[in-house]
């Protein structure tokens, strides 16, 4: 745990919360007067969320932020196990960064891959599809960005500032934060913020208690930033999140799974994320601007699994995954005009080397097992205004990725050339008709190193990587209408996935030896929309996105989770914000269509809806927000398709419910006071 002198400092420090316009629109100019909020902005490519909508949710897991977003799913009902989902593929098929850190890291297939404490977030920027070659996302991106004291003070007549907040959630979970910023010398700028999250066992829509969620997260996140000059940054950050408590050996499964494989029997776990990242930014205006960071991102799961009444791999011992990762990204943009023709470069450079150990038995030495990746690519996109109405961005992407099985002294070696293309037509203002097509590529993975996995994977001298292509068309419409603004949003994607890598364990291997291997095909069509309408304090939306898997051409029997089809989605959100009084409201919800999926798994269908508000200097207090909520109204019993779900007869448990069903009805309180 942060040590308790850190926690004293903490004490002692508190955070003016961000400012923002509480407008929700898509492709909107309506201007709102500013309130203080501290919140999320999120933007896709259909629809942007801004801070003042998105702090009404009060968001502690990233389904609180990025559920509602067409395409996108969030699986996993413990902390420990968040899993980003879009369109059906998860983090393991996605890019996904944390102030420029990516965050590749397979550890357990039982827990997620992604440590993220959503109330420090300042943006989330989500690429729905492989739509550009300056990521290798397979099925697209997400880049979080964490606040920092330039973002706090930005509107602030202020050098320093301060922030307090507590919550309360009546299904299970107390939190607490305190943030301190200021302005410290004429250059340089400081940001200390420090979280706490108490959970217990919640309660499902039937009454159902949990078990083994009560645990504890702590988040620290330390920024300083350096302007040597005004179109000059340098910034250096330490993050920290540790995740600890008495958890089930199987935490993405259910409770009813949970208690007929160990009953009440739980194991003490840590799970932290420790990064260290340094970024440099220089803005010489259109002819180059440039983003480069450099960053160490490193993971530790440690379990004590010595009950012997558990049946565990590699015996009941006290064990540790860790994966090191280090990395850079530089970015660069430059506007140029040749032969009378604009020009847009995108371009830059990416490396990524891990390196994933196991230690079976903490109590002995020498034990690590280790395995090794590293991935380099070098990108070029052109957008090129080729007339006023027309623009098309040509794209290409060179990409390097290797991996070393450190026990059995087998590497592997694999690289491509990507190519892609988009065009825009505007043929009139508000009006935008849009096309891409991107080239797709992926190298194995490092196999999962809690399992012990990498002690006997041997290289499969045949297997390619796993290659295909994004096509996707769409259009966008914004125009005032009837004294407001309406926009519209829709796309039609079809992704085909060649080559689809899983593992399987190696014919007539007298050792138990397993290997990557090529399984078939995989095909993804549907489509997404979306329509906004804001109107003085009313602001409105809604969302639908559909898609279907194909895998008649696919190997099914060794095939990961690495994809969980989604059913037909429906999100709204309609908002009103009470100037006078400082007040907003907002009602929000899903209908979730029920699904049989490629692999024949039936999902049923849900809707879910919730409502909150939010007063600003209440009661006469300035900086005193109160925020107020009920999540899941109807206390609906529910399993979100992006989380385990289904039933099996296991060759040694028997029958089993499998289903991660979500918390029910809770009543969410917060209070912030800012300085």
């Given at each position: ?41 999120v ?36 902390s420990?196990?968040s ?52 990521h ?77 969620s ?61 990064t ?20 160490t ?14 049946r ?6 006290l ?16 506007d ?38 590293e ?5 070029i ?29 087998e ?38 190193p ?6 006997n ?59 990557d ?19 003085g304090?009313?602001?409105f ?10 895998t ?11 994809f969980?089809?989604i059913g ?5 959100e ?17 209908f ?17 809806h919730?409502?909150a ?19 899941n ?9 992006a ?7 296991h ?17 969410k ?7």
């Amino acid at each position: 745990m942060i040590n308790s002198t850190l926690r004293s400092v903490l004490m002692g420090t508190s955070l003016l919360a961000a400012v923002s316009a509480p407008a929700l629109a898509q492709e909107s100019d309506r201007e709102l007067d500013a309130v203080q909020v501290w919140g999320t902005e999120v933007q896709s490519d259909l629809l942007t969320l801004d801070e003042g909508d998105l702090s009404l949710k009060q968001a502690d897991h990233l389904s609180d932020l990025l559920r509602i977003v067409p395409g996108v799913d969030i699986g996993g009902t413990h902390s420990v196990n968040s899993r980003i989902n879009i369109r059906g593929l998860d983090d393991r098929q996605l890019d996904i960064y944390i102030d420029g850190a990516l965050q590749t890291n397979y550890l357990y297939h039982h827990l997620g891959n992604l440590l993220i404490n959503a109330d420090i977030l300042t943006s989330a920027e989500i690429e729905v599809g492989a739509n550009s070659l300056t990521h290798g996302g397979v099925g697209g991106a997400v880049r979080f960005r964490t606040k920092t004291a330039e973002d706090l003070l930005a509107n602030s007549e202020n050098n320093f500032g301060g922030r307090i907040m507590g919550s309360y959630n009546s299904n299970a979970q107390t939190a607490w934060s305190l943030t301190g910023y200021g302005q410290l010398t004429e250059q340089i700028d400081g940001l200390i913020y420090f979280n706490q999250i108490d959970r217990d066992n919640f309660e499902d829509g039937d009454g159902r208690e949990t078990i083994g969620s009560d645990g504890t997260t702590e988040h620290l996140l330390i920024k300083f930033g350096f302007e040597p000059t005004e179109n000059q940054r340098i910034q250096l950050s330490y993050d920290l999140l540790e995740d600890a408590g008495d958890y089930t050996q199987r935490p993405d499964m259910g409770v009813l799974t949970n208690q007929a494989i160990t009953g009440d029997i739980l194991l003490p776990t840590e799970y932290t994320r420790e990064t260290i990242n340094l970024s440099y930014a220089l803005d010489l205006g259109p002819a180059f601007m440039l983003e480069a960071t450099a960053y160490t991102n490193d993971l530790e799961l440690t379990r004590d699994e010595t009950n012997t009444a558990v049946r565990v791999q590699n015996g009941n011992t006290l064990k540790r995954a860790m994966a090191e990762n280090q990395g850079f990204n530089l970015m660069a943009r430059s506007d140029v005009e040749l032969g009378g023709i604009g020009h847009n470069f995108t371009y830059g450079v990416q490396y990524f080397a891990q390196d994933l150990s196991f230690d079976p038995d903490l109590a002995t030495a020498d034990d690590t097992i280790e395995q090794e990746s590293e991935n380099l690519a070098f990108y070029i996109e052109d957008e090129i205004e080729v007339t006023d109405i027309f623009r098309v961005r040509p794209g290409i992407r060179a990409v390097n990725h290797e991996v070393t099985y450190v026990e059995t002294g087998e590497s592997g070696e694999f690289d491509d050339i990507l190519f892609a293309v988009a065009g825009e037509l505007e043929p009139y203002e508000g009006l935008t008709f849009l096309a891409s097509y991107t080239e797709i590529f992926s190298g194995p993975e490092l196999a999962e190193p809690f399992a012990g996995s990498g002690s006997n994977k041997i290289v499969n001298p045949a297997l390619e990587a796993e290659t295909g292509e994004n096509i996707e068309a769409g259009v966008r419409f914004v125009s005032d209408f009837m004294g407001g603004q309406i926009g519209f949003g829709a796309n039609v994607f079809q992704t085909n996935l060649d080559n689809y890598i899983g593992e399987v364990d190696v014919a007539d291997s007298a050792t138990g030896e397993t290997q990557d291997a090529n399984l078939g095909s995989v095909e993804i069509r549907g489509y997404e929309a979306s329509i906004t309408y804001a109107n003085g304090p009313w602001n409105f939306f809604a969302t639908h996105n559909s898609s279907d898997f194909d895998t008649s051409e696919l190997d099914t029997s060794s095939v990961s989770e690495s994809f969980r089809e989604i059913g037909d989605t429906t999100s709204y959100e309609l908002s009103y914000q009470f100037d006078s009084l400082n007040l907003s409201v907002a009602l929000n919800g899903q209908f979730i269509d029920d699904v049989t999926t490629s692999l024949g798994e039936d999902k049923e269908s849900y809707n879910l809806h919730n409502i909150a508000a939010r007063w600003e200097n209440a009661l006469g207090f300035d900086g005193l927000s109160l925020t107020g909520g009920v999540d899941n109204i109807f206390d609906t019993t529910y399993t979100s398709h992006a989380s385990r779900l289904g039933a099996t007869n296991h060759p040694v448990f028997g029958a089993l419910i499998l289903n991660d069903v979500e918390p029910g009805r809770n009543i969410k309180i917060t209070i912030a006071q800012t300085f």
